[in-house]
């Protein structure tokens, strides 16, 4: 069966510190992998998603960068972050299909960042 | 106007109650539908998908109405561990997220 990690669970940064989020996928090859981010009492924001190694798009422009060095690990970075960037970050994954209506995502446990 | 809207909430129902959400979109070209659910500082889960047709899984209902663009769904008898904050989803590319209905059930 497929899971997906998250860590850490629980975050507290300065502002202006870097920043390091990792999401790894077992049990599954070549999955679509998701970030978003979700602030208090809103939805979720997509922030990148990844198609492949190597392959980034990014849906909304700020300080974040992804990378995703192998199959199955995708990783959230930012050099400084800002009080903006609070918030519950969660990673997702969904397989491929030719029939894309039947993409469910699954999520990891998220990572819970308050910025100081 | 948001892409995905739905009623704010929140929604205060006594156990054993009906309670109905609804969602609207925006984007005519959607082509699928969900509806997750997310606990209380949890991640979110698929609750179910929403086909054309309607569907049912157990006590709960979800329809569609492309023409309205729009997206229900309903939980009959509901439960304590019904509680939780119901979103609504729509795809086109990207899933696009509703900000989410929490629901409480009271005893």
């Known amino acids: 069966s497929q899971t997906i990690h998250q860590w850490p669970a629980t975050l507290v940064q300065p502002v202006g510190s870097p920043l390091s989020l990792e999401c790894t996928v077992e049990?599954?090859?070549?999955?679509?992998l998701y970030w978003y981010r979700q602030a208090a009492g809103r939805g979720l924001q997509l922030l990148f998603y990844?198609?492949?190694?190597?392959?980034i798009s990014s849906e909304v422009p700020q300080n974040l960068s992804a990378s995703r060095p192998q199959d199955r690990q995708f990783i959230l970075s930012s050099k400084k972050l800002l009080l903006s960037d609070s918030g519950f970050y969660l990673c997702a994954w969904s397989g491929i299909s030719g029939l894309a209506e039947y993409n469910e995502q699954f999520f990891g446990p998220g990572t819970r960042l308050t910025v100081l | 106007r948001k892409e995905v809207e739905q009623d704010p909430g929140p929604f205060n129902v006594p156990e054993g109650a009906t309670v109905a959400f609804n969602c609207t979109y925006s984007?005519?070209?959607?082509?699928?539908f969900f509806w997750y659910r997310q606990d209380c500082r949890k991640e979110p889960k698929l609750l179910m998908s929403?086909?054309?047709?309607?569907n049912e899984d157990g006590r709960f209902t979800a329809q569609l109405n492309r023409a309205s663009q729009y997206i229900s769904l309903l939980i009959r008898d509901s439960k304590l561990s019904d509680s939780a904050t119901y979103l609504c989803?729509?795809?086109?590319?990207?899933?696009?997220w509703g900000a989410g209905t929490k629901l409480i059930i009271k005893p």
């Open positions: 990844s198609v492949g190694i190597g392959q």
């Open positions: 049990g599954t090859s070549n999955p679509n």
């Open positions: 929403v086909y054309s047709s309607g």
């Open positions: 989803v729509v795809k086109k590319y990207q899933l696009i």
């Open positions: 984007n005519s070209a959607s082509q699928s």
